[in-house]
């Protein structure tokens, strides 16, 4: 069988489905800057996942595989910080609340802005199985956030999944 049209697979029959991977996190783990697009499962109540130096383009998607009712925490390298608008929805009322953490503010004071948390019941934070945040490198000090949380508390308020370590 030929290439098909425009050259894209190189390999003739064979197909190219790209870079991908996933971990099932059960303890505390460090990524490398070599595991970009990895898909990341934490799968235990209470544990750290901590990110690689950032460099523009590196992408983690992390996914809750548990509620997180004891925490967990994803860190950024030293002197790095996350950004973005984390969105919190109640499971149990019609509510949400926004944090919206511009990429200016967070640079100015990184270590504010170092850990992305999750607790499933806060008012302030969210969590729950199924929720999921994609980390963006966009340059090499900060991680975009984008991502889907939700929380069993019936009004969340104040959020601050984006907050000092």
Do not use: H
């Given at each position: ?13 064979a197909?190219?489905r ?13 990524l ?22 950032a ?28 950004f ?20 200016a ?6 270590g504010?802005?170092?850990?992305f ?36 508390n ?12």
């Amino acid at each position: 069988m030929s290439n098909p049209l425009y050259g894209q697979n190189k390999a003739d029959t064979a197909i190219d489905r790209g870079k991908s991977s996933a971990i099932i996190l059960d303890a505390a783990t460090e990524l490398t800057a070599s595991q970009s697009g990895t898909t990341v499962l934490m799968n235990v109540a209470a544990v750290e996942l901590t990110l690689p130096s950032a460099a523009a383009g590196l992408q983690f998607r992390v996914i809750l595989g548990i509620d997180a009712t004891a925490g967990m925490t994803v860190v950024a390298a030293s002197g790095e910080c996350f950004f973005g608008q984390v969105r919190v929805t109640s499971t149990t009322a019609d509510q949400m609340e926004v944090q919206d953490l511009d990429y200016a503010t967070a640079v100015a004071t990184p270590g504010s802005y170092d850990n992305f948390d999750f607790v499933s019941n806060s008012a302030t934070l969210g969590g729950t199985s199924g929720d999921y945040v994609v980390f963006t490198a966009v340059d090499d000090k900060a991680w975009c956030a984008s991502c889907l949380l939700t929380s069993v508390n019936s009004n969340p308020g104040t959020i601050a999944s984006i907050n000092a370590g």
